[in-house]
Nanobody, 116 residues
Framework: QVHLVESGGGLVQPGGSLRLSCAAS????????MMWYRQALGKERELVAA????????NYDDSVKGRFTISRDNAKNTVYLEMNSLKPEDTAIYYC?????????WGQGTQVTVSS
């Protein structure tokens, strides 16, 4: 059974930093591309960043390029999202996502609030 558990969210001032973690279980982590999505209040869920199974390629939404970094540790079955220079518009619930066996799996989400 696939489980994704996010952590690391919180309240941060504009310009601050946070590091999100997603601990995965129930599948062969090193075989799966991983993604971070976010959903702001009243908006649709959007893809923020993606990383290949080996961690050798990454992709980012234009709104976070140069500020966010996705990485993974296959020995720890964990994917990370380092977020720097945070802006109020980054406020959202951040979700970890994986697709396995043609099914979508989501974590419970972690709230990130950027406010002074």
């Amino acid at each position: 059974q696939v489980h994704l558990v996010e952590s690391g969210g919180g309240l941060v001032q504009p310009g601050g930093s946070l590091r999100l973690s997603c601990a995965a279980s129930g599948f062969t982590f090193s075989s799966a591309a991983m993604m971070w999505y976010r959903q702001a209040l009243g908006k649709e869920r959007e893809l923020v960043a993606a990383i290949t199974n080996a961690g050798d390629m990454t992709n980012y939404d234009d709104s976070v390029k140069g500020r966010f970094t996705i990485s993974r540790d296959n020995a720890k079955n964990t994917v990370y999202l380092e977020m720097n220079s945070l802006k109020p518009e980054d406020t959202a619930i951040y979700y970890c996502y994986v697709q396995r066996w043609r099914r979508d799996y989501w974590g419970q989400g972690t709230q990130v609030t950027v406010s002074s």
